[in-house]
C-alpha cells in the first residue's frame, strides 16, 4: 500500500429536493483512499454509502438529486468540475464498478463474450481479436470454469457467483486504479462471498489498485480492507486503518455495529441490536446526529455537532466523549 492520496473526497454534499422536502443524503463527507488500499466504507442501510458512491462516479440522479459542495479529487484532477463526456471516459477505465445486482450491469439478450469484447474495444481501442484474447485472459484470471463456453453464454444461464467473476473481469480488463464495489456480494451463499472476495483481493494487490468497498457488514471489511471509514446519518463519524479501529473503537456507533456481529462463542443467544432508528434525513437530529440512539449523549451532544479528533495514527473519531482503548 503506498502513501500517495489515489481518492480525496472533501466536506461532500449531496442532496434530494423531493415533494416531502431536502433530503440532505450526504451532508459532509470525508475520506481518502491511498494507492494500493482497499478502504471499506460501511455502515447500515440509507446512511449514504450508494449515495457518496454515485457522487464520486458523478451518476447522482439529476433531478432530484444535486451535489451541492465539496470536491472530490481523483489522482489530484477535482471530479466535480469534470463534464458528463470527461466522467463517462474516467468510468470504467480509470474507475471502475462493480455492483451488488450483476443483472442490472449486463444486458440479458447479448452473450457475455459480445459485452465483454465491447467494453475492451472501447476502452483500449483494440482490434476484435485482441479483444476477445484479453476476455478469455481476464476469464482465466477471475477462476472462471471453461473460459470458452462462458464467452458464448447469456448472463441467464450463469450463476451470481458466476457473474459477479465476469463483473470482476470485466472491471478490472480496462486495468483502473480505483474499483469502485458496492455491496458486490451481499446476494451471494456466504461461501461464494468468501471466494468472491479473497479473489477481488488477489487481482486488486496484484494490479497494485485501490478499492472503495462499501458494505453494511463489518464482517467483510475485516476480512477485505486495509482501513474502514463508518457512515451514519449522511457523514463519517469514525475512520482509521482496520487494526486500530476493531481493535479500539472509539465511536459509540462503531461499537455498537461491532457488538451486533454474531459471535458463536458469546453465552447469550439473543443478537445484540442498536436501539432506535437511522434518523429522518429531511429533519436529522441537532448537534450529534447519533444522540438519540447514544447510551453517552449528554446536553452538548444534542446542541453541537462534534468536529473530528485524532485518537490514534491515522484514527479519526467525531465524538464529543470518544471512548478509550
Ligand atoms: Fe454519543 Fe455524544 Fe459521542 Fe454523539 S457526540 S456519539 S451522542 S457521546
Not at 468510468?91 to 451488488?100: K, V
Request: glycine share 8%.
Amino acid at each position: 500500500m503506498g502513501e500517495k492520496l489515489l481518492l480525496q473526497v472533501e466536506d461532500l454534499h449531496t442532496y434530494f429536493y423531493t415533494l416531502q422536502g431536502v433530503i440532505k443524503a450526504i451532508d459532509g463527507v470525508n475520506l481518502c483512499v491511498r494507492e494500493g488500499e482497499i478502504l471499506g466504507l460501511v455502515g447500515e442501510s440509507g446512511c449514504g454509502k450508494s449515495v457518496t458512491a454515485l457522487s464520486i462516479l458523478g451518476l447522482v440522479p439529476s433531478p432530484p438529486g444535486r451535489v451541492e459542495g465539496g470536491r472530490i479529487l481523483f489522482e489530484g484532477e477535482d471530479l466535480l468540475a469534470k463534464t458528463p463526456a470527461e466522467m463517462r471516459s474516467i468510468r470504467g477505465s480509470r474507475i471502475a464498478m462493480i455492483f451488488q445486482e450483476p443483472m442490472s450491469s449486463l444486458n440479458p439478450v447479448f452473450r457475455i463474450g459480445d459485452q465483454m469484447i465491447e467494453v475492451i474495444k472501447l476502452h483500449k481501442k483494440v482490434s476484435t481479436g485482441s479483444a476477445r484474447i484479453q476476455a478469455l485472459e481476464m476469464l482465466h484470471e477471475v477462476r472462471m470454469p471453461d473460459p470458452e463456453a462462458v464467452l458464448a453464454k447469456y448472463p441467464f444461464q450463469l450463476s451470481g457467483g458466476m457473474l459477479q467473476r465476469v463483473m470482476i473481469a470485466i472491471a478490472l480488463s480496462c486495468e483502473p486504479s480505483l474499483l469502485l464495489a458496492d455491496e458486490p456480494t451481499t446476494a451471494l451463499d456466504v461461501t461464494v462471498q468468501a471466494q468472491i472476495l479473497n479473489l477481488m483481493k488477489d487481482l486488486i494487490r496484484k494490479r497494485n489498485a485501490a478499492v472503495l468497498l462499501i458494505t453494511h457488514a463489518l464482517g467483510v471489511v475485516a476480512q477485505t480492507c486495509d482501513a474502514v471509514s463508518v457512515m451514519y446519518a449522511g457523514t463519517v463519524v469514525e475512520s482509521g486503518s482496520v487494526e486500530s479501529i476493531f481493535r479500539s473503537p472509539a465511536h459509540p456507533y462503531t461499537r455498537g455495529l461491532m457488538e451486533c456481529i454474531p459471535d458463536p462463542s458469546r453465552k447469550s443467544d439473543k443478537l445484540k441490536i442498536i436501539p432506535g432508528t437511522v434518523p429522518d434525513p429531511v429533519n436529522p437530529p441537532p448537534g450529534c446526529r447519533f444522540h438519540p440512539r447514544c447510551y453517552k449523549a449528554t446536553a452538548t451532544c444534542s446542541q453541537i455537532r462534534p468536529d473530528p479528533v485524532r485518537v490514534g495514527p491515522g484514527h479519526v473519531v467525531c465524538c464529543h466523549y470518544p471512548e478509550e482503548g
